[in-house]
C-alpha cells in the first residue's frame, strides 16, 4: 500500500516509516521541518515539505502522490502547546480538519490519527475507559478531542475511513517533542549522560507509558484491521502505569550510581494531574486484537543500551534538552 506520514520528522514518525517499510509498504514522509539525516531517515524515502496549516498544498500533494492511506501525526504537543495555545489550534484543529478534506476531495480511502490521554480531564473512575466524558484541560486536548470528533464526522458524513488511537505517554531513545510525559524519557537520557537528572513532577505521579515500538505496532495494526471488526473510531491503547519513583527505580536499577530527584514544575504538574492514571483498552483487545509487549521492566532492558548508544554517537545533540 502507498502511504503517507505527515509530521514524519517527529518522534513517532520515523519509528512508523521504518516499521511500515518493513511491512512491505511505500511510504512517503512529510513535515514542516527538513529531512531528518540519512542516519534518522533511509535515504530511498519519498520526503514533501508540508505544513498542514494550508489546506491547498495539502491537496495538491495527495493528487500528486496518489496514496491510498495517511497516518496523520504532525502536532503541537502539551507542554509546548500551552506555551503557544494559538499555534496549537492552528496545527492541531486547523491542521487535522484540512487533512480530512484533502483526503475527502482527493479520494485518500484511510486516515489514522494520533490522538492523547490529554483528551481526559480529571476525576475520572480508573481506570479511564474510552467512553467517557471529555474534558480536557489544555489547548492540545481541546484540540485533540476536536480531532477525533472532526474524523467521526467524516466517517459517518463522507465514508472516508477514520481510525485513531489515544496513546498513552511514549518513550523511545530519541529526543521527544515537548509533550508532558517527557519526564520518564529524561530519566533514562540524563541518568545515561550524567547519572544525575531532576523530574519536574512530584514522585507519585502515575501517568500510562507505552515503549515506542509498541506505539507504532499499534498504529500499523489498527491501520491495518478489517473495518468490519472496528465497532468504533477511535481506541484507547495501554501498556503499563508507574509512578514516577517506580521509573526512577528501574533507571537506578540499570545504571549504576544515578541520582533522580524531584522539584515539580506547577504547569506540568497540573497537565499530569489532569490525566488518567491508567486506561482501560478493552475495545482495542476485542476489536483488533491490541496487546502490548513491553512492561516497565522489558522496556528498560532494552533502552538503556539504545540511549547509550544514542548519546555516544550525538553528544552535541543530547547536551541539554530544555
Ligand atoms: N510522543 C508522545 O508521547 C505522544 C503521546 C500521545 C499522542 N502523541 C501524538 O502522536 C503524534 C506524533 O507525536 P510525536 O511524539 O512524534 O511528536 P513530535 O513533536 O516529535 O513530532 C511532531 C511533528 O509534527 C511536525 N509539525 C509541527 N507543526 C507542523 C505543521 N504545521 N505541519 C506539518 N508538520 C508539523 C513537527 O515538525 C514534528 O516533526 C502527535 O499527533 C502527538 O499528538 C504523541
Redesign the pocket.
Known amino acids: 500500500m502507498r502511504i503517507l506520514v ?9 519509528d512508523l516509516i521504518a516499521y511500515l517499510r518493513g511491512a512491505g509498504h511505500e511510504v512517503h514522509g ?4 527538513p529531512r531528518p539525516s540519512a542516519d534518522a531517515l533511509d535515504a530511498s524515502v519519498p520526503w514533501h515539505h ?5 489546506g491547498e498544498r495539502i491537496e495538491a500533494l495527495l493528487r500528486e502522490i496518489e496514496v491510498e492511506q495517511v497516518f ?7 507542554a ?1 502547546g500551552e506555551k503557544n495555545p494559538g ?1 496549537t489550534y ?3 484543529q486547523g ?1 487535522t480538519y484540512n487533512l480530512l478534506e484533502a483526503c475527502r476531495s482527493s479520494g485518500v480511502t484511510r486516515v489514522v ?6 483528551v481526559y480531564g480529571p476525576g475520572l473512575a480508573e481506570p479511564v475507559g474510552d467512553a467517557v466524558s471529555l474534558q480536557p484541560q489544555t489547548m ?1 486536548g481541546v484540540t ?1 478531542v476536536a480531532g477525533e470528533l472532526l474524523g467521526d464526522y467524516y466517517q459517518r458524513r463522507y465514508g472516508l475511513d477514520f481510525r485513531a ?8 531513545a ?6 508532558t ?2 519526564y520518564a524519557l529524561f530519566m533514562y537520557l540524563d541518568g545515561v549522560r550524567t547519572g544525575a537528572y531532576e523530574a519536574f513532577c512530584r514522585p507519585d505521579t502515575r501517568i500510562p507509558l ?1 515503549y ?1 515500538p509498541d ?1 507504532v505496532r499499534a498504529l500499523a495494526e489498527l491501520g491495518a484491521a478489517d473495518r468490519s471488526s472496528l465497532s468504533r473510531t477511535v481506541y484507547n491503547i495501554a501498556a503499563f502505569s508507574p509512578t514516577a519513583a517506580e521509573i526512577a527505580r528501574s533507571v537506578a536499577d540499570a545504571i549504576e550510581g544515578v541520582e533522580i530527584t524531584f522539584v515539580p514544575d506547577p504547569m506540568r504538574q497540573a497537565i499530569l494531574d489532569s490525566w488518567p492514571n491508567a486506561l482501560d483498552d478493552t475495545n482495542a483487545r476485542n476489536d483488533w486484537g491490541w496487546k502490548p509487549a513491553f512492561d516497565l521492566a522489558a522496556m528498560t532492558a532494552e533502552l538503556v543500551p539504545q540511549v547509550r548508544a544514542l548519546v555516544k554517537a550525538n553528544p552535541e545533540r543530547f547536551a541539554s534538552h530544555e
Open positions: 505527515t509530521g514524519a520528522g517527529g518522534q513517532v514518525g520515523l512529510s513535515d514542516i521541518s508540508l505544513d498542514v496549516t494550508k496523520h501525526l504532525a502536532a503541537i504537543l502539551s509546548r499555534l492552528a496545527v492541531n491542521g490519527f494520533t490522538s492523547t490521554i490529554a492540545y485533540k488511537v489515544r496513546f498513552p505517554g511514549l518513550i523511545s530519541s529526543l521527544p517533542g515537548g509533550g510525559s517527557d507505552m515506542m506505539g
